[in-house]
């Protein structure tokens, strides 16, 4: 069974840092690329950043990109956020996740509890 638990999440001030950490278990952790998603009250949920297998390469969407960093720790089955510079507007939850693909054409996402996370004065 896949689990994906976030931690980290909390209340800081605009210009602060979090770190969040995603423990996963029930698969090999090392074969899976890592992302992070959020989502607030009435919009979808958005990638903010991608990383693969190594932690070699990762993406960031642009919004968060020069402020956020994707890291994993392969022997701690952990994939982090780092958050710096934060602003009122990365409020939300956030979702770590992963993806199993099947053939060339079936995927099944695997979703984390979710974490908040609140930037406020």
């Known amino acids: 069974q896949v689990q994906l638990v976030e931690s980290g999440g909390g209340l800081v001030q605009p210009g602060g840092s979090l770190r969040l950490s995603c423990a996963a278990s029930?698969?090999?952790?090392?074969?899976?690329?890592m992302s992070w998603y959020r989502q607030t009250p009435g919009k979808e949920r958005e990638l903010v950043t991608t990383?693969?297998?190594?932690?070699?390469?990762?993406n960031y969407a642009a919004s968060v990109k020069g402020r956020f960093f994707i890291s994993r720790d392969n022997a701690k089955n952990t994939v982090y956020l780092q958050m710096s510079s934060l602003k009122p507007e990365d409020t939300a939850v956030y979702y770590c996740n992963t993806v199993r693909y099947y053939g060339s054409n079936d995927r099944m996402d695997f979703w984390g509890q979710g974490t908040q996370v609140t930037v406020s004065s």
């Open positions: 990383i693969n297998t190594a932690g070699v390469s990762t």
């Open positions: 029930g698969i090999t952790f090392s074969s899976y690329a």
